[in-house]
C-alpha cells in the first residue's frame, strides 16, 4: 500500500494532567503515515485525486491548538479520526509525541494505527 508521510510537524496545545502542564501550550509532536493509493495521483499529477497533506497539516494545527486534551493517547485518536475524514485515507498510523515531558528523556508518546472499516 502506498504511504503519504508527514514528518516531524511541530504545533504547539494544551497537553497534560497537571496544572503545570495546563497552563500553557507545550509542543507536541506528530509524525504520520497516511496508508491511500495514489496511483491516480500520479498520473494525473492533480492533487484533487489525493491526499492533501497541506490540508490534513493545517486540520491537525488547528484541532491541537483548540482541544486541550490531557492524554496523548486522545490526541492521537482525535488526529486518525481527522485524517479518516478525507475518503482518500485508507488507513493512518500516528505518533504523538511530548519532547521533555520525562526527566532524563527525549521524548515520551504514543503510536497508533488505524485502518478504514
Known amino acids: ?39 491516480a495521483p500520479s498520473l494525473s499529477d492533480n492533487v484533487e485525486d489525493s491526499v492533501n497533506y497541506r490540508t490534513i497539516s493545517k486540520k491537525i494545527l488547528a484541532h491541537v491548538a483548540s482541544v486541550g486534551r490531557y492524554t496523548v ?11 479518516l475524514d478525507d475518503p482518500k485515507a485508507l488507513g493512518v498510523r500516528v505518533r504523538v509525541e511530548k519532547p521533555g515531558a520525562v526527566r532524563f528523556a527525549r521524548s515520551v508518546g504514543v503510536e497508533i494505527e488505524r485502518m478504514r472499516s
Do not use: C, W, Y
Open 1 to 39: 500500500m502506498d504511504k503519504i508521510l508527514i514528518s516531524d510537524l511541530l504545533v504547539r496545545g494544551i497537553i497534560g494532567i497537571s496544572d503545570q502542564e495546563r497552563a500553557q501550550p507545550q509542543d507536541i509532536l506528530f509524525n504520520i503515515t497516511i496508508f491511500a493509493n495514489i496511483h
Open 73 to 83: 493517547e486522545a490526541l492521537a485518536e482525535d488526529v486518525a479520526k481527522i485524517i
